[in-house]
């Protein structure tokens, strides 16, 4: 078991961009696919974007491809989340999530995903 914790959020101007870290403690996190979730104030959490556990495959939600880049960096038990070009309904808390058992990657799907950390906000001024 692994538990996650995430940083880097915070306040941003529209079209600017931040990156968020999610790093774990723990044994064999390089067995694990990891997510981005979000979820925006009176919303459902949605998918983000993931990445393989070996790093070599990753998958965006249609709304961030082109601004958005998950990396992974096993050795340092960190997954990144770069996110770029901002818009004001990239407004969320965005989760970090592990999975030992993902087989549908790219589809998102929250309930394969064992451990989330507890969030962090970011928040798209205009």
């Known amino acids: 078991q692994v538990e996650l914790v995430e940083s880097g959020g915070g306040l941003v101007p529209a079209g600017g961009s931040l990156r968020l870290s999610c790093v774990a403690s723990?044994?064999?996190?390089?067995?694990?696919?990891v997510a981005w979730f979000r979820q925006a104030p009176g919303k459902a959490r949605d998918f983000v974007a993931s990445i393989t556990a070996s790093g070599g495959n990753s998958y965006y939600t249609a709304p961030v491809k082109g601004r958005f880049t998950i990396s992974r960096d096993n050795a340092k038990n960190t997954v990144n989340l770069q996110m770029n070009s901002l818009k004001l309904e990239d407004t969320a808390v965005y989760y970090c999530?592990?999975?030992?058992?993902?087989?549908?990657?790219?589809?998102?799907?929250?309930?394969?995903?064992?451990?989330w950390g507890q969030g962090t906000q970011v928040t798209v001024s205009s």
């Open positions: 999530a592990a999975g030992l058992s993902v087989t549908r990657i790219q589809w998102g799907l929250d309930h394969e995903y064992d451990t």
């Open positions: 723990g044994r064999s996190f390089s067995n694990y696919a």
